[in-house]
Nanobody
Framework: QVQLAESGGGLVQAGGSLRLSCAAS????????MAWFRQAPGKEREFVAA??????????ADSVKGRFTISRNNAKNTVTVYLQMNSLKPDDTAVYYC????????????????????WGQGTQVTVSS
């Protein structure tokens, strides 16, 4: 059974930090690109960051560059993806979703949500001012 389980969300003051985790299991996710997306109330889901299968290539949205870092740990049966979020702002408040997509090449880490096949349930991040 495929499962992407996010954790690490919560309430934090502006300027604080959180680290999100996503444990992907049920498939050989080692070869998958992984990403984080977020959706704020009343807004469309948006790309946050992506990482290729071995972590050699990452991409992030301009709004989080320099503040958020995506990384991954490829274990045999479970791939874990992290999102380290620093200098958080109230605008970062959203439900954060982990996603996995079949790799389209060695440096594959797309920004479009339709390019990802599997999704987690999301974890709430709330940043107070």
């Amino acid at each position: 059974q495929v499962q992407l389980a996010e954790s690490g969300g919560g309430l934090v003051q502006a300027g604080g930090s959180l680290r999100l985790s996503c444990a992907a299991s049920g498939r050989t996710f080692i070869t998958y690109a992984m990403a984080w997306f977020r959706q704020a109330p009343g807004k469309e889901r948006e790309f946050v960051a992506a990482i290729n299968w071995n972590g050699a290539y990452t991409d992030s949205a301009d709004s989080v560059k320099g503040r958020f870092t995506i990384s991954r740990n490829n274990a045999k049966n479970t791939v874990t993806v992290y999102l380290q979020m620093n200098s958080l702002k109230p605008d970062d408040t959203a439900v954060y979703y982990c996603a996995a997509g079949i790799s389209g090449g060695p440096m594959y880490a797309p920004r479009l949500d339709y390019q990802y096949t599997y999704w987690g349930q999301g974890t709430q991040v709330t940043v107070s001012s």
